[in-house]
């Protein structure tokens, strides 16, 4: 009769013990799948620096500039004009940010370009209403921010083990 009481438990309790440990692995293993939230990756905010890229033309088939924005607010910009022949100039000039703006000014206040800063901190060039610049077929005129990798003394390269390569 004992016997008989615990086989009638075990067939009734038996597969609810099943269900409830099989219910609290599956609940563990979804909580494991779950990654955490990363950091957005943060990119240099600050302005100055070097940038390149394409800008519009009328008289050429192409114009390729790498403007150099210098923490004094001066301006260099290094331009190539191709028509025929390659040309390449130098101007000089200022900058100003304000409410997400660069303005540049080149050669005496005779030309000027504005920029629209993105989020990772690239330049994309406006027309003369503010709005973004895109050519016939549609690409926008940006300025692609130039990081460079920063310069080692020589006596840090000295510190270096010879066997060491660099990538």
Not at 31 to 52: A, M, N, R, T
Request: proline share 5%.
């Amino acid at each position: 009769m004992k016997n008989s009481k615990i086989l009638s438990f075990l067939k009734v309790f038996a597969p609810l013990a099943l269900v409830a440990m099989f219910g609290s692995a599956c609940s563990e293993e979804k909580k494991q799948e779950k990654l955490q939230d990363l950091p957005p990756v943060e990119f240099p905010k600050e302005l100055p620096g070097l940038y390149s890229g394409r800008m519009p033309c009328d008289d050429c088939d192409t114009r390729m500039i790498r403007m150099n924005l210098n923490e004094d607010s001066t301006v260099v910009v290094a331009q190539t004009k191709i028509r025929d022949s390659v040309v390449t100039d130098t101007l000089r000039g200022t900058y100003l940010y304000a409410d997400g703006i660069v303005k540049v000014s080149l050669s005496d206040n005779t030309i000027h370009w504005n920029y629209k800063r993105d989020g990772v901190g690239n330049l994309s060039y406006l027309t003369s209403s503010g709005s973004i610049y895109e050519d016939a077929n549609g690409l926008r005129m940006d300025l692609i921010r130039i990081f460079k990798a920063p310069v080692t003394s020589k006596k840090d390269q000295k510190a270096k083990p010879e066997n060491v390569q660099e990538k």
